[in-house]
Nanobody, 119 residues
Framework: QVQLVESGGGSVQAGGSLKLSCAVS????????MGWHRQVAGKERELISK????????TYTDSVKGRFTISQDNSKKTLYLQMNSLQSEDTAVYYC????????????WGQGTQVTVSS
């Protein structure tokens, strides 16, 4: 089992920055990908970025590319999401997620942290 705990959410004005953190514990060796999903009110959750634990390959969804940066510490026990140039459309609940090796979907989720961007 894997446990994920996010921190760092909050309120910021448009154009500002926030950095989210996620503490990862449990059977980290079973994780192949770490990710950040978000859910805008009334919409489905979407994967906005992921990083592969073995080789560090990173992907971003187009809406955050160039503004958000995913990273992790060497121990793989902390995941980060640096968010710059925030826009009102980025207002959402952000979830730290993990995909078990061999699984199709991200099955481990944190409790979520609210990010609110005011214009």
């Amino acid at each position: 089992q894997v446990q994920l705990v996010e921190s760092g959410g909050g309120s910021v004005q448009a154009g500002g920055s926030l950095k989210l953190s996620c503490a990862v514990s449990g059977d980290i060796g079973r994780i192949c990908d770490m990710g950040w999903h978000r859910q805008v009110a009334g919409k489905e959750r979407e994967l906005i970025s992921k990083i592969a634990n073995d080789n560090g390959d990173i992907t971003y969804t187009d809406s955050v590319k160039g503004r958000f940066t995913i990273s992790q510490d060497n121990s793989k026990k902390t995941l980060y999401l640096q968010m710059n140039s925030l826009q009102s459309e980025d207002t959402a609940v952000y979830y730290c997620t993990a995909r078990r090796c061999g699984a199709v979907f991200f099955e481990w989720w944190g409790q979520g942290t609210q990010v609110t961007v005011s214009s």
